[in-house]
């Protein structure tokens, strides 16, 4: 199995500010074929479920706020939030799906400082 | 997009086995992986497994002795059945659409399973 070790497992940022996340994966996800690397992230809320941000690293979902970006390769991602909304207080979760099973980083919980 | 929505029992005892059905609405069964994924409270999210439109199926290694996933194309829907349940196994339930290969693009709201006596 590959396994997603996402960093920090808790952030505080004041409003306007930068949020950033890491996701490190314990093997390449990058698909050489195409160029590709096979890595998601998601935003939970409380009650609420995973919401898809971010698909082949860095394409963002239609709808998704521009504040949202991924960037990485390989095996090493983040996540920013270019200036933290009340709104993007959450879970956040990277996911590889380049092979199964399927495995999730333990998550990131965002909060305002 | 697709709407999901699972169904099922919210309260399982221990050693039996935990049915939930996912309908879909808004989009056809054919040509897409239909996943399980769940999680328990708290905690984080774990892949269980999918079934593709043909029936072919593919379980998370950690579960496979104990996980069914079937589909119904003519109802649009997909089935869970995970065998032997114990208190592990309480968690909130969520079906999940996927492209082939693929990110999960489609998501239920989730349904909370409780095992206990």
């Known amino acids: 199995d590959i396994v997603m070790t996402q960093s920090p497992d808790s952030l505080a940022v004041s409003l306007g500010e930068r949020a950033t996340i890491n996701c490190k994966s314990s093997?390449?996800?990058?698909?050489?074929?195409?160029?590709?690397?096979?890595l998601t992230w998601y935003q939970q809320k409380p009650g609420q479920p995973p919401k898809l941000l971010i698909y082949?690293?860095?394409t963002r979902e239609s709808g998704v706020p521009d504040r949202f970006s991924g960037s990485g390769s390989g095996t090493d991602f983040t996540l920013t939030i270019s200036s933290l909304q009340a709104e993007d207080m959450a879970v956040y979760y990277c996911?590889?799906?380049?092979?199964?099973?399927?495995?999730f980083g333990q998550g990131t919980k965002l909060e305002i400082k | 997009q697709a709407q999901l929505q699972e169904s099922g029992p919210g309260l399982v005892k221990p050693s039996e086995t935990l049915s939930l059905t996912c309908t879909v609405s808004g989009g056809s069964i054919t040509s897409y992986y239909w996943s399980w994924i769940r999680q328990p409270p708290g905690k984080g999210l774990e892949y269980i497994g999918y079934?593709?439109?043909?029936?072919?199926?593919n379980y998370n290694p950690s579960l496979k002795s104990r996980v069914t996933i079937s589909v119904d194309t003519s109802k649009n829907q997909f089935s869970l059945r995970l065998t032997s349940v114990t208190a592990a196994d309480t968690a909130v339930y969520y079906c999940?659409?996927?492209?082939?290969?693929?990110?999960?693009?489609?998501w239920g709201q989730g349904t909370l399973v409780t095992v206990s006596s």
């Open positions: 082949w690293a860095s």
């Open positions: 093997q390449s996800v990058l698909y050489r074929s195409n160029n590709k690397n096979y």
């Open positions: 999940a659409r996927s492209t082939p290969g693929y990110y999960f693009d489609s």
């Open positions: 079934v593709y439109d043909r029936g072919s199926t």
């Open positions: 996911q590889q799906y380049y092979s199964t099973p399927y495995t």
